[in-house]
């Protein structure tokens, strides 16, 4: 298990380039929890069977996640303002609901596939946090006061994002459905999150909760995670590519014979800087209603059916 840093420290702060642990946390979740692996199998027969089923995205309705976001801090600054998560909300609701305006930037072939999942968040609460631990990491201490951080807040019907600082040049991590619901949810390192406050460039536009949330939602990095060409995200609009993609690549960016496009870099599950990702396809957004209408249906809600709790 990796270790948490615990007292007096270099904060870990925001590295140079994307690294994402939702893929280490997975692997020790499947070693720790059997069933999690026969839960993930049953959702994606559900995913290709509502594929076949030609899926009408146009008429699906708009689902509202309530979101509790959990402030872990071990320095002043990282007890961050009320603004700032209301930035990242923000973020969240434009980049799921393909209202953000950088969306424009889609290249010409892929502009029609570039969709709104239908798919809004709710701020229902915010909780606050102090800790000695100065950078957790992948082993979910965030997620219990005994490993310094807070306990999620109903993870049946809501969405828990940890904001936290985060070691090991981590900006996130998030648990897949069908995992234990005692670690179900999002971290997002603190200097990572929203578009404000302790937010650094180039990861100060939201987009890791945004790459993060699609995770929980059930979606892979569009490379498969593996190191070649062999590797695949499980999503048939999504060009198969080699690797991950760092920074601001210029396109087209030809990898794995997938010319003359090349890779879909600007995807939101790619590794690019925040101002280089701003789609998700329509077929990732299949995957993603089909995780919360199956594997999260307790995290659907109309508009009205919750009033917002006090902070």
Known sequence: MAKR???????????????????????????RFPQFRANLMQLERATSKRREARFDLAAAPVVVIDTVVHVVHSRAAENISDAQIESQIAVLNADFRGANPDVKKVPAPWAGLASDAHISFRLSKVTRTATKVVGFTTDDGVK????????????????????????GGLLGYAQFPGGPPATDGVGNN??????????????????????EVGHYLNLR?????????????????????????????????????NGPNGDMFMNYMDYVDDAAMFMFTAQQVLRM???????????????????????
């Open 5 to 31: 840093s615990q007292g007096r420290g270099k904060p870990p702060g925001a590295p140079l380039r994307r690294a994402c642990g939702a893929m280490a946390a997975h692997m020790l979740l499947l070693e």
């Open 144 to 167: 219990s006061a005994a490993g310094g951080g807070i306990a999620p807040v109903d993870t049946a019907t809501t969405l828990n994002l940890w904001v936290c600082p985060l070691s």
């Open 190 to 211: 603190t200097d990572a999150f929203g578009t404000t406050g302790t937010a650094q460039a180039p990861f100060d536009l939201g987009r890791t909760a945004t790459h």
């Open 221 to 257: 990095h569009i490379w498969g995670d593996t190191p070649d060409c062999s590797g695949g995200d499980g999503v048939a609009d999504t060009p198969n590519c080699e690797g991950p993609n760092y920074g601001s690549p210029v396109w087209p960016r030809i990898t794995c014979n």
């Open 289 to 311: 209603r089909t995780a919360l209408e199956t594997a999260r249906p307790g995290r659907l809600a109309k508009p009205a059916a919750r009033k917002r709790r006090k902070r």
